[in-house]
């Protein structure tokens, strides 16, 4: 009987000794790799940009930096999940002491990081760099007066139409309202559409619409005072609606296959979209040569030619981090390497230098200078900042909007649920709202 | 379980007490494992379940640091009393009513089939009804989009051909899409635990049915069918458990069908008010969604098994 | 090897289930009576159902797969134009086609795609074998054994089934960041290891398939407790163990959320996370880059499951299995 209870003892201590030993590499591996020496101080960069091949990856431009700035080595990793988790993670890391010294965070981000406790105030050290970046991308990583970081890119909201096709129905990019109704109206009668009701962008794109004549988002004394239906929105509820109801827009969700077949086919030849997108309307629509243009918006929603945002981001420093001015030293080099970054894909916030159009996408919009193009809608954005918590507010209109869409609901609900989940998400974290 | 009282006859000249030495000495590596990996968690979550999170100093942007604050059964009566929360749940109960059974039983069929012997080699249907199962979920889910999709899908494409225009992601219909997706990929795996069953049936046991005059069938129903009940009961179960937790089909399928909500089941809801995509947002909540709807799942599961016994007695 | 003892106990058993056989047989052979009498070989009708049935379905679930295979040799303008049924390019090109794919799923993976699947590969082998035999373990002792606490041991199991397991997942990130755990191989190893589900199968195969007489007549001849466990019972439950593993395989392997909170390394990531993380992105175009990583992907889990193949038709242990 005993020899038995020994045998069994034996295993599953060693069992036990194994784990130990596996446990013993792992946490060995782990320590080692957040050392510092001496006064080289190492910071670790989280960042999401696409890394795709042909592009400058990120490690490379990194590299640069790492070989002429041998005290300040940068260790950039790129996180692969979605946005959504990644806050998540950025908290957990925050709590557990283990966050990144910088991290990319949308703009719409940026309030509910800080509201979070995941930034690190670092106006001192910022500041100096102001002058590197447009000054509407620097003020949205801006809160209470204080600064957590510099931005990197921006999404403007433009205008993306085939010209060819255009011409072929007798329109032209539409100025007014009642231009875009009527050419909407005439291209639908061809089977074709210049506009588009995305479902699924509803809480960035339809935002970001109304946003170009005022904001959502205001705060007085200290309280949030929260109008989502403004008359950017009511000019861009009654537009849509007008649209959907005449079967005039296309309906699918942007990131549904058959957005990219709508382009690929024809069907669908104009469509606003942030400027992020020319690069994927350009994939989407089979690349190469074509007679595809940017434009910028027309007054179509009271906006009087100015446009709102949809998406960009900027790096932040992450609360706990030791090295401020090191980080923020290394982040005003890599944000102003436009070239390299106009690769990932971006349209820059840095104003150092003049971003050129890839060759890919001169040849695919016709040889126009795109860059230029959406340079300058970035430029002449209207104010508008987000909430804490605006990530609820964007799913709920999202929600919505699936309705407008399908004809089961209405295009003005998207801004009252988006009035109503404001309210109850600032509530919730009890924070001062003005009634 | 139902097993229990048939096998569980004592282990003649076994004492107690080493029962319980040698019973606890292999039963020690996963529960220690378990307690680490379950346990521990599932005591965060609910002692996390009577907390919020909110930001302390009020104002526009708060402290900048969010503060963890006794809510009491706050979160529990949140839950309790969202008509999110319900719908979800009546749609994933409505989802396996509809799902389980059919996937059960095509899958108890299959396995029936291959375990017959009348169709010889069967290495290749084996291989091919367990496939899916391989696929990593989200991965099935986009294929599946893609075959969903009016314009691109030859399935739709070859639908519309012969008169039958389908939208799959049109009203309800958009249900029977996703319990498709389900289906695909568990079949062929419940299949694989049934054939199992059906090939620790003691080949001597039927080779005596047929000598005896028993049919193919009658072997089926009465000796095979008898002996992977054990199997097909605890698939069922599972498949109950693993439906009700319904998340990863309805997550992707949101690409395509902007109107599945963040809380269009509730475990969406619980990972989106945990990520903050749904307010009042956070862990505490979070928690209390998810010990709810594993207190509902726990009732539906012991309602099945009641059920199912007093059908046995009868 | 205890192969005297083995010889004995097998004949023991196979005289008590030719018992037991001859019993049930001649419980169907009553029902049988009544019946017409048949030819034991299937009619042509019965066999033709049969091959179309079975036929039918591998259609269906293999269906998705051919044309995902399709769709990994295509650009994302083709994906969405041309024919989902067959190649977007001629025969010629598909080898150009397929390389362009390759080179763009490298790309985005950063040419680690191998190396994430070899990590997926050791993740999913440790964490299966550990929890194969940790399962079956405590499925032996809870079907075999009765030692104060199983009751609820075995009741607080069933009831972590109930548990979302994605819930669990920032909880255990917290603890394992505790224990310094966070960023190693461990931290992905050891949730993947614990599975209720595996308890539970473990468990209903021990009640099933390991006789008490067997563990008696062992007893008696003088064997050890864990000497009976290893070289008798995990032999009866070899093809459980199968199952088992498997089912901890193909779950470590398609976790996603775990890693994806555990690890920061790029060297330690296994395939899914890299594969979710190109298909998360809303900038991401190259479905068809995605799907070739998919099916890659998939690979490793066919050769294995081919492989396995072989324990599930043996019925090594059938003969002295017990209803």
Same mark, same amino acid.
């Given at each position: 009987?005993?020899?038995?209870?020994?045998?069994?003892?034996?295993?599953?201590?060693? $069992?036990?000794?194994?784990?130990?030993?596996?446990?013993?590499?792992?946490?060995?591996?782990?320590?080692?790799?957040?050392?510092?020496?001496?006064?080289?101080?190492?910071?670790?960069?989280?960042?999401?940009?696409?890394?795709?091949?042909?592009?400058?990856?990120?490690?490379?431009?990194?590299?640069?930096?790492?070989?002429?700035?041998?005290?300040?080595?940068?260790?950039?990793?790129?996180? @692969?999940?979605?946005?959504?988790?990644?806050?998540?993670?950025?908290?957990?890391?925050?709590?557990?002491?283990?966050?990144?010294?910088?991290?990319?965070?949308?703009?719409?981000?940026?309030?509910?990081?800080?509201?979070?406790?995941?930034?690190?105030?670092?106006?001192?050290?910022?500041?100096?760099?102001?002058?590197?970046?447009?000054?509407?991308?620097?003020?949205?990583?801006?809160?209470?007066?204080?600064?957590?970081?510099?931005?990197?890119?921006?999404?403007?909201?433009?205008?993306?139409?085939?010209?060819?096709?255009?011409?072929?129905?007798?329109?032209?990019?539409?100025?007014?309202?009642?231009?875009?109704?009527?050419?909407?109206?005439?291209?639908?009668?061809? &089977?074709?559409?210049?506009?588009?009701?995305?479902?699924?962008?509803?809480?960035?794109?339809?935002?970001?619409?109304?946003?170009?004549?005022?904001?959502?988002?205001?705060?007085?004394?200290?309280?949030?005072?929260?109008?989502?239906?403004?008359?950017?929105?009511?000019?861009?509820?009654?537009?849509?609606?007008?649209?959907?109801?005449?079967?005039?827009?296309?309906?699918?969700?942007?990131?549904?296959?058959?957005?990219?077949?709508?382009?690929?086919?024809?069907?669908?030849?104009?469509?606003?979209?942030?400027?992020?997108?020319?690069?994927?309307?350009?994939?989407?629509?089979?690349?190469?040569?074509?007679?595809?243009?940017?434009?910028?918006?027309?007054?179509?929603?009271?906006?009087?030619?100015?446009?709102?945002?949809?998406?960009?981001?900027?790096?932040?420093?992450?609360?706990?981090?030791?090295?401020?001015?090191?980080?923020?030293?290394?982040?005003?080099?890599?944000?102003?390497?436009?070239?390299?970054?106009?690769?990932?894909?971006?349209?820059?916030?840095?104003?150092?230098?003049?971003?050129?159009?890839?060759?890919?996408?001169?040849?695919?919009?016709?040889?126009?200078?795109?860059?230029?193009?959406?340079?300058?809608?970035?430029?002449?954005?209207?104010?508008?900042?987000?909430?804490?918590?605006?990530?609820?507010?964007?799913?709920?209109?999202?929600?919505?909007?699936?309705?407008?869409?399908?004809?089961?609901?209405?295009?003005?609900?998207?801004?009252?649920?988006?009035?109503?989940?404001?309210?109850?998400?600032?509530?919730?974290?009890?924070?001062?709202?003005?009634? | 379980?139902?097993?229990?009282?048939?096998?569980?006859?004592?282990?003649?000249?076994?004492?107690?007490?080493?029962?319980?030495?040698?019973? #606890?000495?292999?039963?020690?590596?996963?529960?220690?494992?378990?307690?680490?990996?379950?346990?521990?968690?599932?005591?965060?979550?609910?002692?996390?379940?009577?907390?919020?999170?909110?930001?302390?100093?009020?104002?526009?942007?708060?402290?900048?640091?969010?503060?963890?604050?006794?809510?009491?059964?706050?979160?529990?009566?949140?839950?309790?009393?969202?008509?999110?929360?319900?719908?979800?749940?009546?749609?994933?109960?409505?989802?396996?009513?509809?799902?389980? *059974?059919?996937?059960?039983?095509?899958?108890?069929?299959?396995?029936?089939?291959?375990?017959?012997?009348?169709?010889?080699?069967?290495?290749?249907?084996?291989?091919?009804?367990?496939?899916?199962?391989?696929?990593?979920?989200?991965?099935?889910?986009?294929?599946?989009?893609?075959?969903?999709?009016?314009?691109?899908?030859?399935?739709?494409?070859?639908?519309? %051909?012969?008169?039958?225009?389908?939208?799959?992601?049109?009203?309800?219909?958009?249900?029977?899409?996703?319990?498709?997706?389900?289906?695909?990929?568990?079949?062929?795996?419940?299949?694989?635990?049934?054939?199992?069953?059906?090939?620790?049936?003691?080949?001597?046991?039927?080779?005596?049915?047929?000598?005896?005059?028993?049919?193919?069938?009658?072997?089926?129903?009465?000796?095979?069918? *008898?002996?992977?009940?054990?199997?097909?009961?605890?698939?069922?179960?599972?498949?109950?458990? &693993?439906?009700?937790?319904?998340?990863?089909?309805?997550?992707?399928?949101?690409?395509?069908? !902007?109107?599945?909500?963040?809380?269009?089941?509730?475990?969406?809801?619980?990972?989106?008010?945990?990520?903050?995509?749904?307010?009042?947002?956070?862990?505490?909540?979070?928690?209390?969604?998810?010990?709810?709807?594993?207190?509902?799942?726990?009732?539906? @599961?012991?309602?099945?098994?009641?059920?199912?016994?007093?059908?046995?007695?009868? | 090897?205890?192969?005297?003892?083995?010889?004995?106990?097998?004949?023991?058993?196979?005289?008590?289930?030719?018992?037991?056989?001859?019993?049930?047989?001649?419980?169907?052979?009553?029902?049988? %009576?009544?019946?017409?009498?048949?030819?034991?070989?299937?009619?042509?009708?019965?066999?033709?159902?049969?091959?179309?049935?079975?036929?039918?379905?591998?259609?269906?679930?293999?269906? !998705?797969?051919?044309?995902?295979?399709?769709?990994?040799?295509?650009?994302?303008?083709?994906?969405?134009?041309?024919?989902?049924?067959?190649?977007?390019?001629?025969?010629?090109?598909?080898?150009?086609?397929?390389?362009?794919?390759?080179?763009?799923?490298?790309?985005?993976?950063?040419?680690?795609? #191998?190396?994430?699947?070899?990590?997926?590969?050791?993740?999913? &082998?440790?964490?299966?074998?550990?929890?194969?035999?940790?399962?079956?373990?405590?499925?032996?002792?809870?079907?075999?054994?009765?030692?104060?606490?199983?009751?609820?041991?075995?009741?607080?199991?069933?009831?972590?089934?109930?548990? !979302?397991?994605?819930?669990?997942?920032?909880?255990?990130?917290?603890?394992?960041?505790?224990?310094?755990?966070?960023?190693?191989? $461990?931290?992905?190893?050891?949730?993947?290891?614990?599975?209720?589900?595996?308890?539970?199968?473990?468990?209903?195969?021990?009640?099933?398939?390991?006789?008490?007489?067997?563990?008696?007549?062992?007893?008696?001849?003088?064997?050890?407790?864990?000497?009976?466990?290893?070289?008798?019972?995990?032999?009866?439950?070899?093809?459980?163990?199968?199952?088992?593993?498997?089912?901890?395989?193909? &779950?470590?392997?398609?976790?996603?959320?775990?890693?994806?909170?555990?690890?920061?390394?790029?060297?330690?990531?296994?395939?899914?996370?890299?594969?979710?993380?190109?298909?998360?992105?809303?900038?991401?175009?190259?479905?068809?880059?995605?799907?070739?990583?998919?099916?890659?992907?998939?690979?490793?889990?066919?050769?294995?499951?081919?492989?396995?193949?072989?324990?599930?038709?043996?019925?090594?242990? %059938?003969?002295?299995?017990?209803?």
């Amino acid at each position: 009987m005993n020899t038995r209870g020994k045998h069994l003892v034996a295993g599953v201590a060693s $069992l036990a000794v194994m784990a130990l030993a596996l446990a013993g590499c792992g946490s060995t591996s782990a320590s080692s790799s957040s050392g510092s020496k001496d006064e080289k101080v190492e910071i670790t960069y989280l960042h999401r940009l696409p890394d795709k091949e042909g592009m400058t990856k990120v490690d490379e431009i990194v590299k640069k930096w790492n070989a002429a700035n041998p005290n300040i080595q940068v260790k950039a990793t790129k996180y @692969a999940g979605e946005a959504s988790n990644m806050m998540k993670k950025l908290e957990a890391d925050v709590k557990a002491g283990t966050a990144p010294d910088l991290a990319q965070l949308g703009y719409a981000e940026v309030p509910e990081a800080f509201t979070k406790g995941v930034l690190e105030d670092v106006t001192a050290e910022a500041d100096q760099y102001k002058k590197d970046f447009s000054a509407g991308a620097y003020s949205l990583m801006q809160l209470n007066g204080k600064t957590f970081g510099l931005p990197q890119d921006g999404g403007p909201l433009v205008y993306y139409y085939n010209e060819a096709a255009f011409k072929e129905l007798g329109i032209d990019v539409p100025k007014t309202q009642d231009e875009l109704l009527a050419s909407a109206q005439k291209a639908a009668a061809a &089977g074709k559409y210049i506009m588009s009701f995305q479902a699924d962008e509803a809480g960035n794109m339809l935002t970001g619409l109304a946003g170009a004549s005022s904001p959502w988002y205001t705060v007085k004394s200290d309280k949030w005072n929260v109008n989502t239906n403004t008359d950017g929105s009511k000019a861009v509820a009654d537009v849509f609606q007008k649209m959907i109801d005449a079967k005039s827009a296309f309906v699918n969700p942007r990131w549904e296959p058959s957005f990219d077949a709508a382009l690929k086919d024809g069907k669908l030849i104009g469509t606003v979209g942030a400027a992020w997108e020319a690069p994927l309307i350009m994939d989407s629509a089979g690349g190469g040569e074509s007679t595809w243009k940017v434009a910028q918006l027309g007054d179509w929603f009271g906006n009087k030619g100015k446009t709102g945002p949809d998406g960009g981001s900027g790096v932040v420093a992450l609360k706990g981090t030791k090295h401020k001015a090191e980080a923020m030293k290394f982040l005003d080099w890599f944000n102003t390497q436009v070239e390299d970054l106009t690769t990932q894909g971006l349209i820059v916030s840095a104003t150092t230098a003049t971003a050129k159009t890839p060759d890919a996408w001169s040849k695919f919009y016709g040889g126009q200078d795109v860059m230029k193009e959406l340079v300058a809608a970035n430029n002449n954005m209207g104010d508008f900042n987000f909430i804490p918590g605006y990530s609820a507010v964007g799913a709920a209109m999202k929600e919505t909007a699936a309705k407008a869409a399908d004809g089961s609901g209405k295009v003005a609900d998207i801004f009252s649920v988006a009035q109503t989940t404001s309210v109850d998400t600032l509530k919730n974290l009890k924070l001062s709202v003005a009634e | 379980m139902t097993a229990q009282k048939h096998t569980q006859k004592k282990v003649r000249g076994f004492s107690t007490k080493r029962q319980n030495i040698t019973g #606890w000495a292999f039963m020690t590596p996963f529960a220690v494992l378990f307690s680490f990996v379950f346990i521990l968690p599932i005591g965060w979550a609910i002692y996390s379940s009577f907390f919020r999170e909110i930001s302390e100093g009020g104002g526009a942007y708060g402290g900048g640091e969010l503060v963890h604050k006794f809510v009491g059964l706050d979160n529990f009566i949140y839950a309790a009393t969202s008509d999110k929360f319900w719908t979800g749940v009546g749609r994933v109960v409505l989802y396996t009513v509809i799902q389980v *059974p059919f996937m059960i039983i095509s899958a108890l069929a299959l396995a029936m089939l291959i375990d017959s012997y009348i169709v010889k080699h069967v290495t290749g249907f084996r291989l091919g009804y367990f496939l899916p199962f391989a696929i990593p979920g989200v991965v099935a889910s986009l294929i599946w989009v893609y075959l969903y999709n009016g314009q691109i899908s030859p399935i739709a494409k070859g639908l519309a %051909a012969l008169g039958i225009p389908v939208n799959f992601y049109s009203g309800n219909i958009v249900l029977l899409s996703m319990a498709n997706i389900t289906t695909w990929t568990y079949t062929g795996y419940n299949m694989l635990i049934f054939l199992a069953a059906l090939q620790a049936i003691p080949h001597d046991l039927y080779e005596a049915a047929r000598i005896d005059g028993a049919n193919g069938f009658q072997i089926a129903m009465q000796v095979k069918l *008898p002996s992977v009940r054990g199997a097909a009961l605890l698939a069922m179960l599972l498949s109950i458990v &693993g439906t009700i937790q319904l998340f990863n089909e309805p997550q992707i399928m949101q690409i395509a069908d !902007p109107g599945i909500s963040k809380s269009y089941t509730p475990m969406m809801m619980a990972l989106n008010t945990s990520q903050g995509s749904i307010t009042p947002s956070g862990d505490g909540p979070a928690s209390a969604i998810a010990i709810v709807m594993a207190i509902i799942a726990g009732l539906l @599961a012991m309602v099945y098994i009641m059920a199912e016994r007093k059908v046995n007695e009868s | 090897m205890s192969t005297v003892q083995n010889a004995q106990m097998t004949d023991k058993q196979r005289a008590r289930e030719q018992a037991r056989a001859r019993r049930k047989a001649e419980r169907i052979r009553a029902k049988a %009576a009544h019946d017409l009498p048949r030819s034991m070989q299937p009619s042509k009708p019965v066999v033709g159902l049969t091959w179309i049935i079975l036929v039918f379905a591998l259609l269906y679930f293999l269906f !998705p797969i051919y044309w995902a295979v399709i769709a990994s040799t295509k650009s994302p303008s083709e994906l969405v134009s041309t024919n989902g049924l067959w190649f977007a390019v001629g025969p010629g090109e598909i080898a150009n086609a397929v390389a362009k794919n390759y080179a763009s799923l490298l790309g985005w993976t950063q040419n680690r795609f #191998w190396q994430w699947v070899l990590n997926s590969f050791i993740y999913s &082998g440790v964490s299966a074998a550990v929890g194969t035999v940790i399962a079956v373990m405590a499925g032996y002792a809870t079907a075999k054994f009765d030692f104060r606490g199983k009751g609820v041991a075995i009741g607080i199991v069933m009831g972590c089934m109930l548990m !979302p397991a994605a819930l669990l997942t920032i909880p255990q990130y917290s603890i394992f960041h505790s224990l310094h755990l966070t960023n190693t191989v $461990l931290s992905v190893i050891i949730p993947c290891s614990v599975s209720p589900f595996g308890f539970f199968l473990g468990r209903v195969y021990a009640q099933s398939s390991v006789p008490n007489e067997l563990l008696e007549a062992a007893r008696i001849d003088g064997a050890g407790e864990a000497r009976i466990f290893f070289t008798m019972v995990l032999r009866l439950l070899s093809p459980a163990m199968v199952t088992i593993f498997l089912f901890l395989f193909v &779950g470590a392997w398609n976790n996603f959320l775990l890693p994806l909170m555990m690890l920061t390394d790029e060297s330690l990531k296994p395939i899914t996370l890299g594969l979710y993380g190109m298909a998360s992105l809303a900038t991401f175009n190259e479905k068809g880059a995605l799907m070739m990583g998919a099916l890659l992907g998939v690979l490793p889990l066919i050769v294995l499951f081919l492989g396995l193949q072989r324990y599930w038709q043996s019925g090594l242990s %059938a003969g002295a299995v017990k209803e």
